[in-house]
Each structure stands twice: as C-alpha cells, then as structure tokens.
C-alpha cells in the first residue's frame, strides 16, 4: 500500500474507524449537492469495501483523507476508472469529497496535486480525466487549480433525461501537460 503525504495531508488505505465518519459525510446534503442523492450506511460502505483491494493491487485508488497534525478523517481523494460508458472512456478519473468542515482550505487541491503525481509518477498512467455536474463550480475550480483543462460537455449516462444534474463538464490532463507544470 502506498501512502502519500503532502504538507497538511495523509492519502492512506481505509480503516474501519473511517467507516462512521465517511457514512455522515455521505448523508450530508450540503457534501452531496451535486450527486443524485445523500447515501445510506450499506452505500457508503460499499464504496470503502470496492477500494480495498483496488489499492492493494493497482496502487493507487480512493484513498482516505486525514488532516496530518490532528488525525482527523476529512473524506477522500484519489484515482478511479469509472464503470459507464462515454466517448471519453476508458480512463482514469481523479476524484475527492471532503468534510462539509474541511471545505475552503485548500485540502482538495493540495491532495489531488499528490495523486496525479502518483498516478503520471508510479502509477504509469498517460492520462487523467476529471467531470463533474456543470452547477459544481467548486469542483470544477479544483480542476483548473490541478492543471486541467476543460474537454467539452456530456451527458452523464446513469443520470435521465432532465435530471438537473444530468449535463457535466470534462476536463483533463496528460502526463507532458503535468510535467510541464512541475
């Protein structure tokens, strides 16, 4: 298992004692705005139980997030490979949900920059995705900060015709772009 550090951050595997806290981030309305809807105990659990074995053997996954001088759990951040199909896909898709608390901190950022490390780094991918509902201007300034850049529109195939959140914004980075921000 690789753990990543950063200045103010640990990216580590799950623990059961993160189990409790991740449940009440993913039943915070405000931290789920711009997903279909909040998650019970058995989803968010399922999220921590699919990236067990993940990082055990790519690498590189949803890590965990905790804030170094205190310990505490603040959500995750990581690398995904998404499981729809769009025009876009396959891919790799960098991702991160925080802690209603640990919002406006810089913590998204500063984690994500260690995970495209990793992953152009160790993990040997050429390419990293990142999308997100259009009204999640929060994410999406995230995504710019880290080097993305916006690869058009879609529509995000799980979500029906209409849905509010059915329209999302690509972006993207490749290894010679993050190389040339180094």
């Known amino acids: 298992m690789t753990d990543l550090t950063t200045d103010r951050l640990l990216l580590r595997n799950w623990r059961e004692s993160d189990r409790e ?7 915070d309305p405000a931290v789920m705005e711009h997903f279909p809807s909040v998650q019970t105990r058995e989803q968010s659990d399922a ?6 074995p993940l990082i055990e053997e790519r690498g590189w996954g949803l890590w ?10 603040i959500g995750f951040t990581g690398l995904s490979v998404p499981s729809f199909d ?22 998204a950022s500063e984690a994500a920059r260690a995970a495209l490390a990793h992953g152009f780094g160790p ?14 201007v929060p994410s999406q300034r995230v995504m710019q ?3 993305m850049v916006q690869d058009g529109e879609f529509d995000h195939p799980r979500l029906p015709d209409g849905h509010r959140l059915q329209r999302h914004v690509l972006y ?6 993050w190389e040339a921000s180094q």
């Open 64 to 73: 965990a997030m905790e804030v170094r001088e205190t310990g505490e759990f």
């Open 21 to 27: 806290p991740f449940a009440a981030l993913n039943a």
């Open 123 to 136: 993990g040997g991918l050429d390419e990293i995705v990142s999308f997100t509902a259009i009204p999640n």
């Open 145 to 147: 900060r880290i080097g």
């Open 47 to 52: 999220l921590i139980d699919r990236n067990l």
């Open 86 to 107: 769009a025009h876009f896909m396959p891919a790799v898709e960098i991702g991160w949900r925080l802690t209603k608390d640990a919002w406006g901190n810089g913590y």
């Open 172 to 177: 993207r980075i490749n290894r010679a772009q």
